[in-house]
């Protein structure tokens, strides 16, 4: 089809090419493993396999934020899944997601293991299981979950909607790019009038909801994102760049964002992640090359 064709649905769709894109190779209309896998199993009572992508920050972080309360029984290992090769379709992920997205937990401390996934779900579960960074009073918890399916819902907007035909698509089309940015700005000022007169996004507490949102409409703004700081022009919303500013401050957080990334600075990575002195010795890596 050249471009002067207009595209035409047909009665019913088949998978017979790749549709291009960055994860073409990755993409396919049907769920369960590829290959043979199993998951390595460290020490620790919770055993991580993600990437260090906005969502799997998002875990990442929330342990370091329990450690740092001085919560060992938090203490986890991390685990890099590669989504670009497909790791996520090895046998040992699927059984623990069946969904093949990262991030996926394992908590191993109770009698038989638990499995976690969705994001939302596992920072949830953690909250839960140790009482921190949710609100104890019922109907500050009920504001604190609104804003956690708030991300949840929002982000595929920004994400497999703007992110992808922004950066990702392999051609540029006004359509999609136009409506995708424009909700993305939307919700960019949903937040930024939400915290005009706030610290934190509800009960003037740090909470999940700030860690959820945090990682994505936080990178978006700090400049992490797609490259499309001055496209969305981001600086405007200047009550969210306060806040992710503050947040980004926090010493858990920049530990948290190094965990199984795999882009960027080498010196800020940090593939796998088994003890805190992890951090410590990347540390010393860095100032050893300098």
Not at 31 to 47: A, M, N, R
Not at 111 to 137: C, H, Q, T, V
Request: proline share 5%; aromatic share 12%.
């Amino acid at each position: 089809m050249t471009k002067s064709e207009k595209y035409v649905p047909p009665k019913k769709w088949v998978w017979d090419k790749e549709n291009g894109g960055k994860f073409a190779n990755i993409n396919r209309p049907i769920s369960g493993s590829t290959h043979v896998k199993d998951l390595p199993i460290g020490e620790h009572p919770f055993q991580l396999y993600s990437q260090g992508t906005p969502n799997g920050v998002k875990v990442t972080i929330m342990l370091e934020e329990l450690l740092n309360l001085g919560i060992q029984e938090a203490e986890y290992d991390a685990w890099l899944i590669r989504i670009g090769d497909g790791d996520q379709f090895g046998s040992g992920f699927v059984e623990i997601n069946p969904n093949s997205k990262i991030p996926s937990l394992l908590d191993r401390s109770e009698n038989e293991p638990i499995r976690i996934f969705e994001s939302g779900s596992i920072l949830l579960y953690l909250a839960d299981k140790f009482n921190k960074f949710i609100p104890k009073k019922f109907e500050n918890r009920t504001e604190c979950l609104n804003w956690l399916f708030w991300q949840m819902a929002s982000t595929p907007y920004l994400g497999g909607g703007f992110g992808h035909f922004y950066a990702y698509a392999p051609e540029k089309y006004e359509y999609p790019i136009d409506r995708f940015a424009m909700e993305v700005k939307r919700q960019l000022d949903v937040l930024d009038k939400l915290l005009s007169d706030k610290n934190f996004i509800c009960c003037e507490e740090y909470t999940i909801a700030d860690i959820s949102i945090w990682s994505w409409y936080g990178a978006l703004v700090l400049g992490r994102l797609y490259n499309a700081e001055e496209f969305l022009d981001v600086k405007t919303y200047k009550n969210v760049l306060r806040w992710a500013k503050k947040i980004n401050d926090r010493q858990a957080v920049k530990r948290g964002i190094m965990v199984n990334k795999i882009k960027g600075n080498p010196s800020s990575q940090l593939h796998e992640r088994h003890s805190s002195s992890d951090f410590i010795h990347k540390t010393q890596d860095k100032l050893e090359k300098l």
